[in-house]
């Protein structure tokens, strides 16, 4: 009787729609696969891309036996993505990766040395450097290294793409929301919610992460903004933020009346802050 495969530590996954090109896509997926910590398994899901994006990916994985891909002939969003891949997945750690950026090669040692050092953190994320479109460096997201509620006011205090759940964590939470206001602020929501019920995250105080400038760059629109504002509201709430929360929740609605370059200004003053 043959023995079903070892199962690996931690579970990366990543869910992609139409990445920009080839070379984006196999150096955010390069950087996966040379990490100083080698057991683990890259889940990523093909979320109904258009263009040759399948094919780059299905080329990497026939690199590399940890890559498990999977592929979805309609467009179901991120959130959506994300949890098929944690359906799949079997990694005691449940790790992010986004396409368009770059994980330091010692990113998943350390962040899971932090773990097991710190069993009351749920997850943990990193600082990051922040690149252009051709990988040059212009600057440096710190984060707070251990949030507290009122760090959800502003923006959010973690870095979706840097950060390491424990599977039990992220699991008993539910995953991430997939439908309604939450679904293209599914990071935002699902952080504050792990908040409001006890969880508590951590962010390493070194650039593990290289975070892209297209990622910066890309519109938000003003119903984006109205379903921001719900997000907030609602998460402000269950961290009993409310009432003295309220200017930071209008913050959205307040970046529509603004003329776009002074919106573009404040967006990239509060990611690279």
């Known amino acids: 009787m043959r023995s ?57 994985a026939h690199s590399d036996k940890r890559i498990k891909l999977i592929r979805r002939h309609k467009n179901k969003g991120l959130a959506s993505a994300l949890n098929r891949c944690i359906s799949l997945s079997r990694g005691d750690f449940i790790a992010r990766q986004d396409i368009d950026d770059i994980s330091e090669p010692n990113r998943f040692e350390q962040q899971l040395d932090f773990l097991k050092e710190h069993e009351s953190i749920a997850f943990v994320g990193s600082d990051c450097l922040l690149a252009d ?26 870095i979706h ?23 293209k602020y599914e990071d935002y929501e699902l952080f504050m919610r792990l908040y409001s019920t006890g969880q508590k995250g951590a962010n390493i105080p070194r650039c593990l992460y290289r975070f892209s400038e297209k990622s910066l760059g890309r519109r938000v629109s003003p119903q984006m903004r109205v379903d921001e504002f719900f997000v907030r509201l ?10 003295r929360s309220l200017p930071f929740l209008l913050k959205p609605l307040a970046m529509i009346l603004l003329p776009p370059r002074l919106t573009a200004k404040i967006r990239a003053f509060s990611e690279a802050r």
């Open 234 to 243: 609602r998460g402000f709430h269950a961290l009993g933020l409310l009432p």
């Open 161 to 183: 793409g840097s950060v390491m759940f424990r599977r039990s964590a992220l699991t008993s939470a539910g995953g991430y929301k997939t439908v309604g206001i939450s679904r």
């Open 4 to 60: 079903s495969p070892k199962k690996p530590v931690i579970s990366i996954i990543m869910g992609v729609y139409n990445c920009p090109d080839r070379q984006t896509a196999e150096r955010s997926v390069n950087s996966v696969l040379n990490q100083s910590f080698p057991d683990f398994e890259l889940i990523i899901c093909d979320d109904g891309s258009d263009n040759g994006t399948f094919e780059w990916l299905k080329a990497l």
């Open 133 to 158: 479109e051709n990988g040059v460096l212009f600057g440096r997201r710190h984060m707070p290294e251990r949030p507290k509620a009122p760090d959800f006011l502003f923006n959010q205090p973690f």
